[in-house]
C-alpha cells in the first residue's frame, strides 16, 4: 500500500510503498476513505508522543469501510462504513469497564502505538469495543473530521464541561478545536467568545456562532476584555491551542465556580504551565481535562448531526492528497490553514 513514512524525528516524511496490515484476531483492517491532518500528528512527528516507535506512519483521524475482519470479531463485516476515536480502549481494565475507554490503562491510538491512516489502510485493534459506525448520509470527509478535534471538544464541552444553555463559554484559540467547540457550545445554546489572533480565524468563529470575538493582539488584556464582554467572566473555558497563555487566560477569565477544560495538548516546553492557583482556590474554580471521547458516546453527538443542529462539514478547510500531506504535516505548527485539512484522495 501507500503510505506517508519518516524514519526519524522532524525528517522529512516520504510517500513510500509498505506492506498491507493484517487484522490481528480481534481487530479489523480498514481502507481509509478520508484522514484528517491534526496538530497532534505534528507533535509525533516532531518527536513529542513517546510512544512512536521509528520509522512510522502518521494519522489517527479517519474514516473508511472495512476491508478485512479478524476471527474474533462479531459486530462487524467487510464493507461496513466505520470511524474510530483517536484513543482506542483495551476493554479489560477498570477504566474501560467503567465507561471510560479514553482513558484507558492499555490504549492504543492508530497513529502512535502503532501505524496509522496517512495511507490507503490502517489496522484497528479490539474492533467490537471501539470501532464506530457511519449513517450513509454522512460523507468520509466530514467523519474523519470528527475523529480527534471534533469528539473532543463535544467531550469539553457537553460531558467534561456540562455547558448548559445561557452560560457564558470562552473558547481560547479557533484552530479546528476551538472551531469545533464554538459549533457545539452554541448548539447547546451558549453564548461563546471567541479568542485568537487571528481576524480570519475569527469570522469562522462568528459564522460557528460565536457572539463576540477578541482579537489577542488587538487589546491590552485578553482576561478583561473577556470579563468586560461576560459581565463577570464566563462559566466554562476552554484551551483549545495548548499554550502556557492560553491556560493561564482561560482559567483568569473564569467566573467563580467556572471550569477550566484543557483541550490542547500541553508537551515538551509547555507540558508546565504557570496556573493561578490562589484564584482557583479563592473562587473554586474547577481545572479538567478532556482526552478524546469512547465510542459508546458517538452516538449522542452523531444524532445532533443527523439532526442539523451540529454541522461538522463546515469545518472543513481544504481537501488534498496523501502526497499533499507531507507539507500540510510538516506546517501544522505555522497554524497558516483555517478549518480542518482532510486527505481525501489517495
Not at 72 to 87: H, I
Not at 181 to 206: P, T
Request: with cysteine.
Amino acid at each position: 500500500m501507500k503510505a506517508i513514512v519518516y524514519e526519524a524525528f522532524s525528517a522529512p516524511p516520504q510517500l513510500n510503498t509498505v506492506p498491507d496490515p493484517t487484522p490481528e484476531a480481534h481487530g479489523v483492517v480498514v481502507k481509509v476513505q478520508a484522514t484528517g491532518v491534526c496538530r497532534s500528528d505534528w507533535h509525533g512527528w516532531v518527536g513529542h508522543d513517546t510512544d512512536i516507535v521509528l520509522p512510522h506512519v502518521p494519522g489517527h483521524e479517519l474514516a473508511g469501510i472495512v476491508e478485512a475482519v479478524g476471527k474474533d470479531v462479531s459486530q462487524w463485516r467487510v464493507g461496513d462504513r466505520v470511524t474510530v476515536p483517536f484513543v482506542g480502549g483495551c476493554g479489560a481494565c477498570p477504566e474501560c469497564h467503567s465507561g471510560n475507554q479514553q482513558v484507558c490503562e492499555k490504549q492504543f491510538q492508530p497513529g502512535f502505538t502503532h501505524w496509522g491512516s496517512f495511507a490507503e489502510y490502517v489496522s484497528i485493534h479490539k474492533a467490537d469495543l471501539n470501532l464506530v459506525a457511519l449513517p450513509e448520509t454522512l460523507d468520509f470527509a466530514t467523519a474523519a473530521s470528527l475523529g480527534c478535534r471534533f469528539v473532543t471538544s463535544f467531550r469539553a464541552v457537553v460531558d467534561q464541561g456540562k455547558t448548559s444553555a445561557g452560560q457564558w463559554v470562552a473558547v481560547h484559540g479557533c484552530g479546528g478545536v476551538g472551531l469545533s467547540a464554538i459549533m457545539i457550545a452554541n448548539a447547546v445554546g451558549a453564548n461563546v467568545v471567541a479568542i485568537d489572533i487571528s481576524d480570519e480565524k475569527l469570522a469562522m468563529a462568528r459564522a460557528m456562532g460565536a457572539v463576540a470575538t477578541v482579537n489577542a493582539t488587538k487589546v491590552a488584556n485578553v482576561v478583561e476584555a473577556v470579563t468586560e464582554i461576560t459581565k463577570g467572566g464566563v462559566h466554562v473555558s476552554l484551551d483549545a491551542l495548548g499554550h502556557p497563555t492560553t491556560c493561564f487566560n482561560s482559567i483568569s477569565n473564569l467566573r467563580r465556580r467556572g471550569k477550566h477544560i484543557q483541550v490542547g495538548l500541553m508537551l515538551a516546553e509547555n507540558s508546565t504551565p504557570a496556573i493561578p492557583m490562589s484564584k482557583v482556590i479563592a473562587h473554586e474554580l474547577e481545572i479538567l481535562g478532556s482526552h478524546g471521547m469512547q465510542a459508546h458516546r458517538y452516538g449522542a453527538m452523531l444524532d445532533m448531526v443527523q439532526a442539523g443542529k451540529l454541522a461538522p462539514e463546515k469545518l472543513i478547510g481544504k481537501r488534498i492528497s496523501l502526497e499533499q500531506s507531507i507539507d500540510a504535516l510538516m506546517n501544522m505548527d505555522k497554524f497558516e490553514v483555517a478549518g480542518v485539512t482532510v486527505v481525501t484522495e489517495f
